[in-house]
C-alpha cells in the first residue's frame, strides 16, 4: 500500500501567507507610524527631521505623530496583505514550475515586480487618505479636508472627487512598489552571498545584514516615486480650480526643475524600508526583517 500525500487542510495554507503579510505589516505600522508622519512632513517642505519633531510636540502634542495612524492600518490590511500574500503564491508557482529548484534572480525580481503592482493598486486609496491625513495640519486652516478616520476619508473622496478619485497618484504609488520590489530582492541576493560566503558569517548575521543593505537599496530605488505619490495625492485645487500639477510626469519635471534631482530624495534618512523573502528557497520557511518608515511596514516574521 503506498504512501499517500497529505492533504492541504482547507484554504488556510493559501489564505495564511495574506493573514500573515497583513498582520505583520499593522503591527510593525503602530510602531512605525511617527516616523512615518516625520518623513512625509519633511517631503511637504517643513524642515529638517529634527525640525519637524520640534515644531509637532511644540504645536500639535504627542498624538500629532499617529495621525492617520486608521489609514495606515487600512493600508497594511491592503496593501501590505496583497503584495505579501501575492508574493508567496507567485513564488511557489514559480518554483513548481522549476521542478523545485531554487528560483534565479530575475525570477524572483519578477515575482517582486508584481505583487509590488498588485499590492500597490489594491492599496492605492487607503494610501491616498494616509498621506491627506498626515498633510492636513500643514495647509491653512481653510483649506484642511479634517478627516476623523480613514473611512471618513474614503466617504468624502468619493463624495466630493468621485470613485475614480480614490486612485489618484496610484501611478506613481504602482511604479514605487515595483521600484522598491526590484531594488530589495536584487541587492538582497548579492548581499546574502557576500556575507555568507564571503566573509563567512552566520545565519543570523547574515539575515541582518543583509536586510539593512537591502532596506538602503530599496529605499534608495523608490524614494523618488514615494516624493511625486505624496505630492500628487496631497495638492489641492487653488481658488480657480486648477491644481500644482496636471499629473506625476508634471510634477517631477517641475521638481527636477525647482530643486534639481536630489530633491526627490527629501527625507531620505529617515526613510528605510526592507520586506524580505527567506534566504534559502529551499527551506519552506519565510524570514523577514523591516526597518521601516515609508508605509511598507512588517515586522521579524518566522512562518511555517
Not at 496583505?81 to 531554487?102: H, Q, V
Not at 487653488?238 to 508634471?250: I, M, Q, R, V
Amino acid at each position: 500500500m503506498g504512501e499517500e500525500k497529505p492533504k492541504s487542510a482547507g484554504v488556510w495554507p493559501t489564505v495564511k501567507p495574506f493573514v500573515n503579510g497583513g498582520a505583520s505589516g499593522m503591527l510593525a505600522t503602530c510602531v512605525i507610524q511617527p516616523i512615518d508622519m516625520i518623513k512625509v512632513r519633511i517631503q511637504l517642505g517643513q524642515g529638517s527631521a529634527a525640525d519637524v519633531t520640534k515644531n509637532m510636540l511644540k504645536n500639535e502634542g504627542v498624538g500629532a505623530f499617529y495621525k492617520g495612524l486608521s489609514a495606515g492600518l487600512l493600508r497594511q490590511a491592503t496593501y501590505t496583505t496583497a503584495r505579501l500574500g501575492s508574493f508567496k503564491i507567485l513564488t511557489n508557482k514559480a518554483i513548481e514550475a522549476n521542478d523545485g529548484k531554487p528560483l534565479p534572480l530575475y525570477q524572483k525580481a519578477l515575482c517582486g515586480l508584481t505583487a509590488g503592482a498588485i499590492g500597490a493598486s489594491v492599496g492605492s486609496p487607503a494610501d491616498l487618505a494616509l498621506i491627506r491625513m498626515q498633510a492636513d495640519a500643514t495647509l491653512p486652516a481653510a483649506q484642511r479636508r479634517n478627516y476623523t478616520n480613514a473611512f471618513h476619508a474614503l466617504y468624502r473622496i468619493v463624495a466630493d472627487e468621485g470613485v475614480l478619485a480614490l486612485w489618484k497618484g496610484a501611478g506613481p504609488t504602482v511604479v514605487r512598489a515595483m521600484a522598491l520590489n526590484m531594488g530589495m530582492l536584487a541587492s538582497y541576493d548579492q548581499s546574502v552571498e557576500f556575507f555568507k560566503d564571503s566573509l563567512g558569517f552566520g545565519e543570523a548575521a547574515t539575515v541582518i545584514g543583509a536586510s539593512s543593505v537591502s532596506g538602503f537599496f530599496a529605499a534608495a530605488c523608490s524614494l523618488p516615486f514615494d516624493y511625486v505619490k505624496t505630492q500628487i495625492q496631497k495638492m489641492q485645487p487653488d481658488a480657480e480650480g486648477k491644481y500644482p500639477y496636471t499629473g506625476s510626469l508634471d510634477c517631477t519635471m517641475k521638481t527636477l526643475k525647482s530643486g534639481g534631482p536630489f530633491k526627490f530624495y527629501t527625507g531620505f534618512p529617515v526613510y528605510y524600508d526592507l520586506d524580505i523573502p527567506e534566504p534559502n528557497p529551499e527551506i519552506r520557511e519565510v524570514y523577514r526583517i523591516v526597518i521601516q518608515t515609508g508605509g511598507d511596514a512588517g515586522v521579524l516574521l518566522r512562518s511555517e
